[in-house]
Each structure stands twice: as structure tokens, then as C-alpha cells.
């Protein structure tokens, strides 16, 4: 069984441009949550998504947004990129439960912002 | 919100001897204790977890343990291998009302060597 997919694996931008990355859960996942992991601030949340809807929110600017499509692959997006976005942004998929149900990662998008 | 602490921060151990990371939770309400092992230029691997109605769980040569009324919780690798050196990660959630997938708050992480 495939794991979780990420595109690109690196990327580097500016300052003021926009990105965004791509996650595909892995087959059966239903549900999908960003993560953020930068050295001085560990691994954050940033949302889940489930069934196309986002259900859980941290504590992020609006300019992180995200969506799911119907096939549950997802894509987050950053806008105004400032220097500080540099990071490792890691998606993890999961199966719907009524508990919490094990995440599992991919390798990430290495984001770097010049 | 919930806080993870993690520690210590660094654990060197000879090959084959047993190692112990543990963190402590502040959410009484967690419910679910996650770790994961992060090898350099990889994504955070799930090794093992346990869940609040269970105080210990086995696999192989890892194992998690779990402490409510003390609130912390740890994991145990014995004979370790020098394939066990990386960053490992405890991480706790809740279960949300709504039936979403409830966030994972991590502990900072710990970089373990296994000197062969």
C-alpha cells in the first residue's frame, strides 16, 4: 500500500510570492492534517480536513488556508510569503473514526524563502 | 491548549543497552499518545501508541507506558541497534466531540544515538 504523497519535495520562493502543496492521502484515508516543523518551533498543527470540509483549525494567519477534493488528496496554500515560512510542511492522513485514529506522515515539502 | 514536554532533550546509549524517553501532558482530557521516530530527510514515522484506557503496550523491542494520575507517559527500546538513532517524537490529543481527527500536539523531540 502506497504511503502518504507529497509534491513537491523542495521548493524555494520570495517574499510576497505564493505556494502551494500537494498531499495525497493514503488510499482509504479520509481525513488529512498539515503540519508545520521548523527547528525553534517543533512540529504545529495547521488543519484537518475531512470530506472536502475543514473540521480543526491552529493557530496559523489567515494567509495558510487549505482545501480537500473529493478524492481526499489535498492541498494547502500560503500566501504573501514571508521569511519565516521556511519549513518542513508535513501532511498526514488518517482513517475516520469515532476515536482518534493513528496518523500517518509523508516526507514533507521543504519550503525555503529567500 | 495542551502542553508536551519532552526529555531530556538528547539520549546517547551503547548498542544493545535498553533506552527510556518520557514526556508529561498537561490536558487531563487527552486520550491518545502517539510516538513517532523522524530519520533525516524523512517524515515522522508512527511506531507505537497507546490510548488512556490501556497503562502499557508491546511491540518487539518497543514499548509505550502510560501514567493518568501523573500525567506522563514514556517509551521504552530494548537491545537497541544503531538503526535507532534518530529523532523521536511523543505527541497527545484528545477526542473531539465532533468526531474530527483531534490535533497531535509533539513534544520538542529527542535525538537518540546508539553508538555501535
Known amino acids: 500500500k502506497a504511503g502518504v504523497t507529497q509534491t513537491p519535495r523542495y521548493l524555494i520562493k520570495t517574499r510576497g510570492q505564493q505556494v502551494t502543496l500537494s498531499c495525497s492521502p493514503i488510499?482509504?484515508?479520509?481525513?488529512v492534517s498539515w503540519y508545520q516543523q521548523t527547528p525553534g518551533q517543533g512540529l504545529q498543527f495547521l488543519f484537518e480536513?475531512?470530506?472536502?470540509?475543514?473540521?480543526n483549525k491552529g493557530n496559523f494567519p489567515g494567509r495558510f488556508s487549505g482545501r480537500q477534493f473529493s478524492n481526499s488528496r489535498s492541498e494547502m496554500n500560503v500566501s504573501t510569503l514571508e521569511l519565516g515560512d521556511s519549513a518542513l510542511y508535513l501532511c498526514?492522513?488518517?482513517?475516520?473514526?469515532?476515536?482518534?485514529?493513528?496518523?500517518?506522515f509523508g516526507d514533507g515539502t521543504r519550503l525555503s524563502i529567500l | 491548549g495542551e502542553n508536551v514536554e519532552q526529555h531530556p532533550s538528547t539520549l546517547s546509549v551503547q548498542e544493545g543497552d535498553s533506552a527510556v524517553i518520557k514526556c508529561t501532558y498537561s490536558d487531563s482530557a487527552s486520550n491518545y499518545f502517539p510516538w513517532y521516530k523522524q530519520e533525516l530527510g524523512k517524515g515522522p514515522q508512527l511506531i507505537i501508541d497507546i490510548r488512556s484506557n490501556v497503562g502499557e503496550k508491546k511491540d518487539q523491542r518497543i514499548a509505550v507506558t502510560l501514567n493518568k494520575t501523573a500525567k506522563h507517559f514514556s517509551l521504552h527500546i530494548t537491545e537497541t541497534q544503531p538503526e535507532d538513532s534518530a529523532v523521536y517524537f511523543c505527541?497527545?490529543?484528545?477526542?473531539?466531540?465532533?468526531?474530527?481527527?483531534?490535533?497531535?500536539?509533539f513534544g520538542k523531540g529527542i535525538t537518540l544515538s546508539v553508538r555501535p
Open positions: 480536513y475531512f470530506s472536502e470540509t475543514q473540521r
Open positions: 505527541a497527545a490529543s484528545r477526542t473531539v466531540p465532533s468526531g474530527a481527527n483531534s490535533k497531535l500536539t
Open positions: 488510499s482509504g484515508h479520509r481525513s
Open positions: 498526514a492522513s488518517s482513517l475516520l473514526g469515532a476515536e482518534n485514529q493513528p496518523q500517518h
